[in-house]
């Protein structure tokens, strides 16, 4: 299933709608990798494509039914465009298509092609299976094979000219939280070689890449063969990944608080390319709650975590998951998960209501918490972490750090950029400094990003 299909230069129009995680923008740009040498480049829009993925995220609710609307749209555009002897190829990707496979060919038999997140090295011999066999192909298996290994090597992976790139190097989860589809639609937990990895590193950094965030469902779990063998961990990825020059800005996500070694946080304190800011999430803050989930620590475990994380790197930030109202989640539960925010101090944190996943075994759990209180819940905690968030922010007035510079501002004279906790921060400068890490003094918090003024055009080093 993976021999190679020949390349084409006839110029074919792809265009790719992506929901969800960073692994599905990540996995967007290599299934566009995949079908370039099939000549298909990337168009804007969805009427002048000759294909349309949808790849699609089903970690909560609605999210098949946002496919199946969007695919109605679709067949609208492949309607119109048989119309005119153009045939439109539909393909659906990702984890609703993992999960719901036969669900879409049986509404929406337009679609010609659905595949799984570990399938899409195998595309260019679905859509010429679709091409031939006029009906719909589908592929959603977990094959042997890692995908990476029949992944192009792309020149200049994602966007060219980018300064910041994802990377994913490991996938899937064994850890089965009570909530979660991720281990079905994903599969086991597999990591990528340590080889294929540092190679992709080292593209990126050749073509200008600066800062990398490598990815995975369970990123510090990462257990990667070596070229003789051995398996490497991720702090052991991660100094190997230092060395590679003009990769500055190292970080990761998303990472399990069980697989948080001292080994790991040791390399906080070590490499410096790893960025003070990581995303670590604790879901709630009950010991009851977490054992119902099934998380395997304990809130005093996490808070031990974040202090040994602080004392080894005072600057880092943490941002984090919430789910409010688990089946089970009492008051006195859910003011343990407000103790523990109050405790540790979030920079940036996301918060969901809880959603029943078909096939996941806190679906079926009695004491199921009704809409409203969970609401309650959700509006609480949002504002507490708001509130946290501003905080944060505030204390960035006045200091002075790196800041990559990605492209300009919006006003004129102004660029922009990053700051190591991912902030847009605008500077009145130069375009020529677009690509550089200087140090920058910031003079005020805007709403979702701060300003500064250059302290001295000299690189940061
Ligand atoms: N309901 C609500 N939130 C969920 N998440 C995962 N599954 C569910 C669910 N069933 C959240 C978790 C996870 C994030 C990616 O999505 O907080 O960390
Ligand atoms: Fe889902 Fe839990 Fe695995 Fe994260 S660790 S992907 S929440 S099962």
């Given amino acids: 299933m993976t021999g190679t299909i020949a390349p084409s230069s006839t110029r074919r129009g792809l265009h790719v709608i992506t929901w969800g ?30 294909m349309i993925i949808l790849n699609t995220c089903h970690i909560r609710d609605k999210a098949a039914e946002k496919v199946f609307s969007e695919l109605g749209r679709l067949r609208l555009i492949k309607e119109a465009r048989a119309a ?76 060219p000219g980018n300064l910041t790139s994802f990377l994913t190097i490991q996938e899937g989860c064994d850890k089965f939280c009570s909530f979660c589809v991720v281990p079905y639609t994903r599969g086991a937990e597999s990591s990528r070689r340590v080889a294929s990895v540092l190679a992709e590193a080292r593209r ?14 369970n990123v510090n779990a990462y257990h990667g063969e070596g070229e003789n063998g051995e398996i490497w961990d991720l702090p052991r990825l991660a100094y190997a990944l230092a060395e590679i020059p003009g990769l500055s800005r190292i970080r990761y996500m998303t990472s399990h608080p069980r697989d948080m070694t001292d080994a790991l946080i040791d390399a906080h304190r070590d490499l410096p390319q790893l960025m003070p800011f990581l995303h670590l999430p604790v879901q709630a803050g009950s010991d009851r709650v977490l054992t119902a989930m099934n998380r395997g620590h304990t809130a ?77 819940r959700l509006q609480a905690l949002q504002a507490l972490l708001r509130e946290q968030q501003d905080e944060f922010n505030a204390t960035l007035v006045g200091k002075t750090f790196p800041v990559l510079f990605t492209g300009e501002g919006r006003k004129p004279g102004q660029i922009t950029g990053r700051s190591p906790w991912l902030q847009p921060v605008h500077v009145l400068g130069p375009r020529h400094l677009i690509g550089q890490e200087l140090s920058v003094k910031i003079t005020e918090r805007l709403t979702n990003s701060l300003s500064g003024e250059l302290v001295e055009e000299t690189e940061y080093a």
Wanted: proline letters at 8%.
């Fill in 300 to 376: 005093d475990e996490y808070r031990e975590i974040v202090r040994k994380l602080r004392a080894v790197r005072p600057d880092l930030a943490l941002s984090s998951d919430f789910i409010v109202g688990h089946p089970g989640e009492t008051d006195e539960d859910f003011e343990a998960t407000m103790q523990l925010v109050r405790d540790v101090k979030f920079a940036l944190a996301y918060s969901f209501k809880y959603s029943q996943r078909p096939g996941t075994p806190a679906a079926g759990a009695p004491l199921q918490v009704p809409e409203h209180v969970k609401d309650t």
């Fill in 84 to 159: 005119e002897g153009q045939p439109t190829v539909i393909a659906v990707a990702g984890c609703v298509a993992q999960a719901e496979g036969q669900e879409i060919l049986r509404r929406a038999p337009y679609v010609d092609i659905v595949l799984g997140p570990q399938t899409y090295h195998r595309l260019p011999e679905m859509v010429a299976r679709a091409a031939r066999a006029g009906g719909a192909v589908i592929d959603t298996d977990f094959p042997a094979e890692q995908k990476f290994d029949f992944l192009p090597d792309t020149e200049a992976p994602q966007t």
């Fill in 21 to 50: 995680c960073q692994m599905n923008v990540y996995d967007s740009a290599r299934m566009s990798d995949v079908l370039r040498p099939l000549g298909y480049q990337p168009v804007d829009l969805p009427d002048a494509a000759d």
């Fill in 204 to 217: 990126m950094a050749q073509s200008g890449v600066r800062d990398i965030t490598l990815l995975g469902q």
